[in-house]
């Protein structure tokens, strides 16, 4: 006799027992089920956030700028994250209990590498650090999702000595730094801010760390059309951006690291060096002053060609840093050494924290954080 025969209660009766013959599987036992997870909002209290967020909606900040993290401690052996919809692409670099893996979200796609099982009993420690950058793509955080009776904890405080911030291009960024021979920007999870030279530096002196850099962005010329000086203090990476709360955290230390792409963009349309770069540069630091009279501010030059090998850049730069430093008792300067043709690989960042962190170590402004 065919399902077709049978009257409809006995058709769902049939197609019901055939559902579970096919749950059994060849062992003949049913599987075991799943509890339903909890789920923790964003808004929950437990969350620690570091860095420059979007907290327009408290249910939902969204994640921007590369190097913020997001921190909470939980129980059970699963783990879910839970985001909105990506502006494009965003990497994150997952950290429980010391073992990190890569969480990729692309716009109209699933997320990959956002559940997480097998975690085991206790307490287990979460850190999400996003590794690419914010002109890449931002996204909503909406929080995770954990076993059925599990506790949530805030994380311990961390141990920070200072605070330490970064504003610069792609080579502050962290751009291509695992890729092969050839720069690529197609895929997104290559560019991991986490191995930058700034991460690197911020991590020597266990710092507590921000990272504000734009691909392609220079003073007064670049291939983006936002300039460093209507970024650096916005939520977004974008001219148009609400501003951010300079009092809602306070560097001790700000490193500026400007103009390769000044020069880079003007040397390939065959264009002059901008001459608004030095009156520009100026501008730019006064007003971190002006946002952080306390902090002491490193100007920065080198990392790629423009920095370590361009006379129009050099002159400009200096020219800015002299008159900055004339007049400001807390500005400094630096130059790297280490510099390469491709944006800085794995190699070449580490070989630039060295530099940086060894003089650092020798100057009198951090001696207080050693």
Same mark, same amino acid.
């Given at each position: 006799?065919?399902?077709?025969?049978?009257?409809?209660?006995?058709?769902?009766?049939?197609?019901?027992?055939?559902?579970?013959?096919?749950?059994?599987?060849?062992? #003949?036992?049913?599987?075991?089920?799943?509890?339903?997870?909890?789920?923790?909002?964003?808004?929950?209290?437990?969350?620690?956030?570091?860095?420059?967020?979007?907290?327009?909606?408290?249910?939902?900040?969204?994640?921007?700028?590369?190097?913020?993290?997001?921190?909470?401690?939980? #129980?059970?052996?699963?783990?879910?994250?839970?985001?909105?919809?990506?502006?494009?692409?965003?990497?994150?670099?997952?950290?429980?209990?010391?073992?990190?893996?890569?969480? #990729?979200?692309?716009?109209?796609?699933?997320?990959?590498?956002?559940?997480?099982?097998?975690?085991?009993?206790?307490?287990?420690?979460?850190?999400?650090?996003?590794?690419?950058?914010?002109?890449?793509?931002?996204?909503?955080? &909406? @929080?995770?999702?954990?076993?059925?009776?599990?506790?949530?904890?805030?994380?311990?405080?961390?141990?920070?000595? &200072?605070?330490?911030?970064?504003?610069?291009?792609?080579?502050?960024? #962290?751009?291509?730094? &695992?890729?092969?021979?050839?720069?690529?920007?197609?895929?997104?999870?290559?560019?991991?801010?986490?191995?930058?030279?700034?991460?690197?530096?911020?991590?020597?002196?266990?710092?507590?760390?921000?990272?504000?850099?734009?691909? @392609?962005?220079?003073?007064?010329?670049?291939?983006?059309?936002?300039?460093?000086?209507?970024?650096?203090?916005?939520?977004?990476?974008?001219?148009?951006?609400?501003?951010?709360?300079?009092?809602?955290?306070?560097?001790?230390?700000?490193?500026?690291?400007?103009?390769?792409?000044?020069?880079?963009?003007?040397?390939?349309?065959?264009?002059?060096?901008?001459?608004?770069?030095?009156?520009?540069?100026?501008?730019?630091?006064?007003?971190?002053?002006?946002?952080?009279?306390?902090?002491?501010?490193?100007?920065?030059?080198?990392?790629?060609? @423009?920095?370590?090998?361009?006379?129009?850049?050099?002159?400009?730069?200096?020219?800015?840093?002299?008159?900055?430093?004339?007049?400001? @008792?807390?500005?400094?300067?630096?130059?790297?050494?280490?510099?390469? &043709?491709?944006?800085?690989?794995?190699?070449?960042?580490?070989?630039?924290?060295?530099?940086?962190?060894?003089?650092?170590?020798?100057?009198?402004?951090?001696?207080?954080?050693?």
């Amino acid at each position: 006799m065919s399902h077709r025969s049978l009257k409809p209660a006995a058709r769902l009766a049939a197609a019901t027992a055939a559902l579970f013959l096919l749950s059994l599987g060849a062992s #003949g036992q049913a599987p075991a089920l799943r509890p339903p997870a909890q789920s923790v909002p964003a808004s929950d209290g437990r969350f620690e956030y570091e860095g420059r967020f979007d907290f327009a909606d408290r249910s939902a900040p969204v994640a921007i700028w590369q190097g913020s993290r997001i921190r909470i401690d939980f #129980g059970g052996d699963t783990l879910s994250l839970r985001f909105g919809e990506p502006s494009d692409q965003c990497y994150f670099n997952a950290t429980i209990d010391g073992r990190t893996s890569v969480v #990729g979200l692309r716009r109209g796609a699933a997320p990959a590498g956002a559940a997480f099982s097998g975690l085991g009993a206790g307490r287990h420690s979460l850190v999400l650090f996003k590794r690419s950058e914010a002109s890449a793509g931002t996204v909503p955080f &909406l @929080g995770v999702d954990i076993a059925r009776g599990a506790a949530v904890w805030s994380p311990a405080p961390p141990r920070y000595r &200072l605070a330490m911030e970064f504003i610069g291009d792609s080579i502050t960024a #962290g751009a291509c730094d &695992l890729d092969g021979p050839a720069d690529q920007w197609a895929d997104r999870s290559t560019h991991d801010n986490a191995i930058s030279y700034g991460a690197l530096a911020a991590a020597a002196f266990q710092a507590d760390y921000r990272n504000i850099a734009v691909s @392609g962005m220079g003073v007064a010329a670049g291939w983006v059309d936002v300039r460093a000086g209507q970024i650096w203090d916005a939520v977004y990476p974008r001219a148009d951006s609400p501003r951010a709360d300079p009092a809602a955290w306070r560097p001790d230390v700000v490193l500026v690291n400007l103009g390769e792409n000044d020069d880079s963009y003007t040397r390939a349309h065959h264009l002059p060096f901008p001459e608004g770069y030095a009156q520009g540069y100026v501008a730019l630091v006064r007003a971190i002053r002006a946002a952080h009279p306390a902090a002491q501010i490193v100007m920065l030059r080198g990392g790629m060609f @423009g920095g370590a090998k361009s006379e129009e850049l050099r002159s400009a730069w200096v020219a800015a840093v002299s008159q900055v430093e004339a007049a400001d @008792g807390r500005a400094c300067h630096f130059v790297f050494s280490h510099w390469s &043709l491709n944006h800085p690989r794995t190699q070449d960042h580490a070989a630039m924290a060295d530099e940086l962190v060894a003089w650092l170590r020798t100057q009198s402004f951090m001696q207080p954080f050693l």
